[in-house]
């Protein structure tokens, strides 16, 4: 494709036909131009040939020329205006069946965004947003499309179970083992998939690629105890000897607290910060072989199968677990071991738990930041280097990012722009 560049302002007429109205339209658009930077557009070179030889043999007149792919519609070009001549400078439609109305172009790029801001907010885009119906319909189309993948996701965090109450009701007797599975979070890829199906080819390359981000630590999800317990074998759920599905399961809840203050929730925000830590301390203690998942025995009887015991105990409550986290590589000396440990026992007190107290947006900040120090510390004295802490959670938090714009705009590219050919009749 010829590429044509210019710094000018430009106008521009459609050429749909080459009736003797249309040319007698494009003279006097033509004479009343031949000081600007003018153009003729079609995607006939027949039209615009006849044209382009009226218009020098009746009246004289020279005129640049595009010439498009016939794969072209004629209708878009205007919202493609701007890519065409690949200039943000000012773009002017003079239409020749209008009387030479003239009608300012804006940039492609500001018209999708602005349709975006309207489908995300819930609104529809009408035609003063996009006057063409078939661009209207795609972007409304396409941008439902990834708002739905990106509130999939974001239900994940914050929202309400993927599945039916009584299969909720069925599961209430899952082990500490059943819950590392993540159920709900793999039926919420489930759902996204879904989504891949009838769109545009960009459309779903870009679900896709998505998808992978999301599914690329699945591996992690152990299938039995051992491969989480036992350190000598081969296993892809341990990484430098942690259990990596309790990281993951603490950027969960990580990116859950960031999403309830985004959501104005700070009540589940401050809890999902306790579960951050919580998570993340279950983890370290089976690293540390001082936790481990087995079946729990009272009184030579099972009581419990596959359970989260410490010294072959079941513990209930995070403050135990907490505590002897703190015993271990002077976890307990670290600078806001002690802020933590009294963010657990407010946790305890609050509406949503045991108590009347609630929390704040600036409490659970404050929380957060105590807790992400101290698991980046343990990380650190712990050699996780393989798949640290941090490194799980900037790609958790990259499937978040939406790229509305950029997918919205190369979905459009891929399917309406095609090849354009120029032809200048004076200097540029």
Known sequence: MMKFKTTKELYF???YDDSLDTKLSAAAAADCFKDKLFFLI???????????????NNADLKCDIVLLDRN??????????????????????????DNLSQKKILPSKEVINSAISKLISGESVDANTISNPIIRNKISNEVKVLINARNCIINY???????????????????DFEGL??????????????LTNNNSLKINQYLNKKLATLGRYLPVVP?????????TRPSNSLHDGFPTIYKLLSCFQYKSALLSIEYKNPNSAFLHSIRTIETYIEGFLIYANIATISDCYKRNALFEKDAFLINNQKVSGFGRKYASAGNINNIKNHK???NIREMI???????????????????????????????NHIDLVSNQKTLPWSKIYRDIDKSLRFDFYGVTKSSLSNSFIHEIYFQLHRDE
């Open 72 to 97: 072209w519609l004629l209708d878009t070009v205007p919202f493609f205006i701007h890519d065409i001549f690949e200039s943000q400078i000012k773009i002017t439609q003079i239409i020749l069946e």
């Open 336 to 338: 806001f071991y002690q």
């Open 13 to 15: 007429s459609i050429l």
């Open 181 to 194: 599975k993540l159920e709900e979070y793999i039926t919420s890829l489930q759902d996204i998939k879904k």
């Open 223 to 231: 299938q039995i105890p051992n491969d989480i317990i036992d350190k």
């Open 157 to 175: 965090y914050i929202g309400a179970s993927v599945f039916y109450p009584s299969v909720n009701i069925s599961k209430r007797t899952k082990t």
């Open 42 to 56: 079609s995607n006939s070179s027949a039209i615009i040939e006849n044209v382009v030889a009226f218009l020098k």
């Open 345 to 375: 026992d407010l946790r305890n007190k609050l509406y949503l738990t045991h108590g009347d107290m609630k929390a704040c947006s600036t409490l659970t900040k404050r929380s957060l930041n105590y807790i992400i120090a101290i698991i």
